[in-house]
T-cell receptor
Framework: QQPVQSPQAVILREGEDAVINCSSSKALYSVHWYRQKHGEAPVFLMILLKGGEQKGHEKISASFNEKKQQSSLYLTASQLSYSGTYFCGTPSNTGNQFYFGTGTSLTVIP | SQTIHQWPATLVQPVGSPLSLECTVEGTSNPNLYWYRQAAGRGLQLLFYSVGIGQISSEVPQNLSASRPQDRQFILSSKKLLLSDSGFYLC????????????FGEGSRLTVL
């Protein structure tokens, strides 16, 4: 049930861009994106609903293609503060369970 | 505003000892509640979820159990801890099915020796 993310890890220099992908073998009803700093709880970034939605949050945006059961997170002009582990997440078809993806570790260096 | 509290923040327990982690939510009613575990350097594994008082669903059939004695209280327990129970435990709540983000507690770091 767990969505699969790629890449597993990425290292960027400040100002570079990155794309994190999330795909599921099951239907996606909505997709959430979270960022977790080391030793802390995950923090919500955005939620995408059906309809090919795209959303933006500062220089971080995302897209959702429910037909392909995929979502992508786009980070542009990365900053040091973007470092962390990014998780996509999705509810079950009943909406009661919530499953996180495998995670992508992002490191931004000066 | 809604808040979530989780405790204890850190604990070190010997193998075979019991465990109790507690989580309370304020400022909302009838939330969906979740317990996740994160092993070192790994992802977030859903352990239990609850849609109401006394309603617990288990995702992982191990030596852990959960209870929801009150609407906004969620407890994770074990009678006998295993080494493999070590990890970062996170409680979270949401307003309900497909209704929005998960809000997390501060987390409890458990080391079983």
């Amino acid at each position: 049930q767990q969505p699969v993310q790629s890449p597993q890890a990425v290292i960027l220099r400040e100002g570079e861009d990155a794309v994190i992908n999330c795909s599921s073998s099951k239907a996606l009803y909505s997709v959430h994106w979270y960022r977790q700093k080391h030793g802390e709880a995950p923090v919500f970034l955005m939620i995408l609903l059906k309809g090919g939605e795209q959303k933006g949050h500062e220089k971080i945006s995302a897209s959702f293609n429910e037909k392909k059961q995929q979502s992508s997170l786009y980070l542009t002009a990365s900053q040091l503060s973007y470092s962390g582990t990014y998780f996509c997440g999705t509810p079950s078809n009943t909406g009661n369970q919530f499953y996180f993806g495998t995670g992508t570790s992002l490191t931004v260096i000066p | 505003s809604q808040t979530i509290h989780q405790w204890p923040a850190t604990l070190v327990q010997p193998v075979g000892s019991p465990l109790s982690l507690e989580c309370t939510v304020e400022g909302t009613s009838n939330p969906n509640l979740y317990w996740y575990r994160q092993a070192a350097g790994r992802g977030l594994q859903l352990l239990f979820y609850s849609v109401g008082i006394g309603q617990i669903s288990s995702e992982v059939p191990q030596n852990l159990s959960a209870s929801r004695p009150q609407d906004r209280q969620f407890i994770l327990s074990s009678k006998k801890l295993l080494l493999s129970d070590s990890g970062f435990y996170l409680c979270a709540w949401s307003e309900g099915p497909n209704t929005g983000e998960l809000f997390f507690g501060e987390g409890s770091r458990l080391t079983v020796l």
